[in-house]
């Protein structure tokens, strides 16, 4: 158990849907990244979160959207969801130092039907 | 931007013998992280080995060793003693280092298989 929870496990929507992906760091984690795993594009980075504030983006769609709440949980929010939405999303949590590991959550796996 | 790449998208080891899996990265920093992932039918992530860019021994753990190779930017992993509970995606994965966000970059992943 790497401490990072994520919740709900599976996700099952349809097409132009919304859904909210949610993230618990391990405890003390101050940095929250959420990254988006899919056949075709593999492991990508989403988005970074330090301490309720957006430090880093990466190929994130403009349809997705997340935040870090004051207690450090994150949530992802995707929108207008399509077909090529499904993956498998990630998120990772660390001290958010440069010499501190980051553990992953067992992801969410969003299917859009 | 920094890639890297896993040029192997399928490997095979008997039980009890050696594998190594190879990744190449492509950075222009000097300083810099690269890990070694795990990732079994049960999806969790797993980290199996770490290597610091600075350090010119390579980093082992149990049965897992690397072969940090700085100048020719390769850092391949070596499983030792392989157990049936090794059959995994493996993934390498780049991380930088200094001040600012510590995003992993990862390759495409090594299916892992071990025969009995």
């Known amino acids: 158990d790497s401490g990072v929870t994520q919740t709900p496990k599976h996700l099952i929507t349809a097409t132009g849907q919304r859904v909210t992906l949610r993230c618990s760091p391990r405890s003390g984690d101050l940095s929250v990244y959420w990254y988006q795993q899919s056949l075709d594009q593999g492991l990508q980075f989403l988005i970074q979160?330090?301490?309720?504030?957006?430090?880093a983006k990466g190929n994130i769609l403009e349809r997705f959207s997340a935040q870090q709440f004051p207690d450090l949980h994150s949530e992802l929010n995707l929108s207008s969801l399509e077909l090529g939405d499904s993956a498998l999303y990630f998120c990772?949590?660390?001290?958010?130092?440069?010499?501190?590991?980051?553990?992953f959550g067992q992801g969410t796996r969003l299917t859009v039907v | 931007a920094q890639t890297v790449t896993q040029s192997q998208p399928e490997m095979s080891v008997q039980e009890a013998e050696t594998v190594t899996l190879s990744c190449t990265y492509d950075?222009?920093?000097?300083?810099?992280?690269l890990f070694w992932y795990k990732q079994p039918p049960s999806r969790q992530m797993i980290l199996v080995i770490r290597?610091?860019?600075?350090?010119?021994q390579n980093a082992t753990e149990n049965r897992f060793s690397v072969n940090f190779q700085k100048a020719a930017k390769s850092f391949s992993l070596k499983i030792s003693d392989s157990q049936l509970g090794d059959a995994a995606m493996y993934f390498c994965?780049?991380?930088?280092?200094?001040?600012?966000?510590?995003?992993?970059?990862f390759g495409k992943g090594t299916k892992l298989s071990v025969i009995p």
């Open positions: 990772a949590s660390s001290a958010g130092h440069q010499n501190t590991e980051a553990f």
């Open positions: 290597q610091e860019a600075y350090k010119q």
């Open positions: 950075t222009s920093e000097s300083d810099y992280y």
């Open positions: 994965a780049y991380r930088r280092s200094g001040a600012g966000s510590y995003q992993l970059t």
């Open positions: 979160y330090y301490n309720g504030e957006e430090r």
